[in-house]
């Protein structure tokens, strides 16, 4: 099934077509008039640049009218076996579809809402049938039913005629079209990225991330290079400030001579206020007691690190390369 854009925004485009299978590109009078284009050749010129195959209006009042619109934009530069004239469904346009067939130019018939509009392009020999999905549904129509009825057409009478679901909505008119075996589909952007989305893929490729990152990333990688560590002469006062500073919920007390005295946490503060009241904040850091610290070498591996956050039920493990503290992992650093 060929898969064509649908828009006449060039930022659109460009995305869209940085994904390198696009089969080309629909775009409208009124999409352009929207976007507010005020050089229609100049755009056009420039999307035929930009893609496999434009799908551009020619319009006219009659086939005759309809036939020197198209060779007119021809002439701009466009490449005839990459262009495709949309011509809106009338007897004058199945006319002008055979008039242009016949010169090799290819032709999308559009604006299609019947079996017997359908036919009449097919028989015209149109390159593309393009019944408007979305906006039959909106009118209370089986619009499936109608491309269902195309698709079979083509392939009973053997026409070599392409049918294009139009007038997507959604994801699900996507789904419909695979279903019903039409020939090529034209999408929206918006409608385009939906259709790799879907929550399960999400969570399973970020687990993937993830336990990847636990086997391949060593400690020292994943910390974010602020070391909190102050020295054991310091105050408690002082120690909250630089702990806020830090950012961290705890911070690596030091000896003069740089060796882990032992890691001093905002729940350590709280439980000295608690016991001692507010007149513990004058006190300084070496005037604590401290247990051995939950510490990890910095060149582990992630996967022991997350372990050891699981085992000890802890946010902040030090972390210390050679016997020094060179930062703190958190456990959002996991």
């Given at each position: 099934?060929?898969?064509?854009?649908?828009?006449?925004?060039?930022?659109?485009?460009?995305?869209?077509?940085?994904?390198?299978?696009?089969?080309?590109?629909?775009?409208?009078?009124?999409?352009?008039?929207?976007?507010?284009?005020?050089?229609?050749?100049?755009?056009?010129?420039?999307?035929?640049?930009?893609?496999?195959?434009?799908?551009?209006?020619?319009?006219?009042?009659?086939?005759?009218?309809?036939?020197?619109?198209?060779?007119?934009?021809?002439?701009?530069?466009?490449?005839?076996?990459?262009?495709?004239?949309?011509?809106?469904?009338?007897?004058?346009?199945?006319?002008?579809?055979?008039?242009?067939?016949?010169k090799g130019y290819l032709v999308n018939v559009h604006l299609v809402y019947t079996l017997q509009q359908a036919y009449m392009a097919m028989q015209a020999g149109?390159?593309?049938?393009?019944?408007?999905?979305?906006?039959?549904?909106?009118?209370?129509?089986?619009?499936?039913?109608?491309?269902?009825?195309?698709?079979?057409?083509?392939?009973?009478?053997?026409?070599?005629?392409?049918?294009?679901?139009?007038?997507?909505?959604?994801?699900?008119?996507?789904?419909?079209?695979?279903?019903?075996?039409?020939?090529?589909?034209?999408?929206?952007?918006?409608?385009?990225?939906?259709?790799?989305?879907?929550?399960?893929?999400?969570?399973?490729?970020?687990?993937?991330?993830?336990?990847?990152?636990?086997?391949?990333?060593?400690?020292?990688?994943?910390?974010?290079?602020?070391?909190?560590?102050?020295?054991?002469?310091?105050?408690?006062?002082?120690?909250?400030?630089?702990?806020?500073?830090?950012?961290?919920?705890?911070?690596?007390?030091?000896?003069?001579?740089?060796?882990?005295?032992?890691?001093?946490?905002?729940?350590?503060?709280?439980?000295?206020?608690?016991?001692?009241?507010?007149?513990?904040?004058?006190?300084?850091?070496?005037?604590?007691?401290?247990?051995?610290?939950?510490?990890?070498?910095?060149?582990?591996?992630?996967?022991?690190?997350?372990?050891?956050?699981?085992?000890?039920?802890?946010?902040?493990?030090?972390?210390?390369?050679?016997?020094?503290?060179?930062?703190?992992?958190?456990?959002?650093?996991?």
């Amino acid at each position: 099934m060929e898969l064509y854009l649908d828009s006449a925004n060039l930022k659109e485009i460009e995305e869209g077509f940085k994904l390198g299978f696009l089969n080309g590109l629909t775009t409208t009078p009124t999409f352009m008039q929207k976007e507010g284009i005020a050089d229609v050749d100049g755009t056009i010129v420039k999307l035929s640049k930009m893609v496999p195959v434009l799908q551009i209006e020619a319009l006219g009042n009659t086939a005759e009218e309809v036939l020197k619109e198209a060779e007119r934009q021809l002439a701009l530069g466009l490449d005839a076996k990459k262009t495709v004239f949309k011509i809106p469904v009338s007897l004058e346009g199945v006319r002008a579809c055979k008039m242009l067939r016949n010169k090799g130019y290819l032709v999308n018939v559009h604006l299609v809402y019947t079996l017997q509009q359908a036919y009449m392009a097919m028989q015209a020999g149109a390159s593309y049938v393009c019944p408007l999905v979305g906006r039959l549904q909106d009118q209370g129509h089986d619009a499936l039913s109608l491309v269902e009825q195309c698709v079979d057409a083509v392939e009973y009478y053997g026409y070599d005629t392409k049918i294009m679901f139009s007038s997507v909505r959604n994801a699900e008119h996507v789904r419909n079209a695979i279903n019903i075996g039409v020939h090529t589909i034209t999408v929206p952007l918006k409608v385009l990225k939906q259709l790799t989305e879907n929550n399960f893929t999400t969570l399973g490729t970020e687990q993937f991330i993830t336990d990847t990152r636990l086997m391949t990333v060593r400690v020292k990688e994943a910390i974010n290079g602020i070391n909190p560590v102050v020295k054991a002469s310091t105050n408690i006062t002082e120690a909250i400030i630089k702990m806020t500073e830090f950012g961290f919920g705890a911070i690596t007390v030091v000896n003069d001579d740089g060796s882990v005295r032992g890691v001093f946490t905002d729940g350590a503060l709280r439980r000295l206020i608690g016991e001692k009241g507010r007149d513990v904040l004058q006190k300084k850091l070496s005037d604590l007691t401290y247990a051995n610290p939950i510490s990890i070498d910095a060149n582990i591996l992630l996967n022991e690190a997350n372990a050891l956050f699981k085992k000890t039920n802890v946010d902040t493990i030090l972390v210390t390369e050679n016997g020094k503290p060179i930062g703190m992992l958190d456990i959002q650093d996991i």
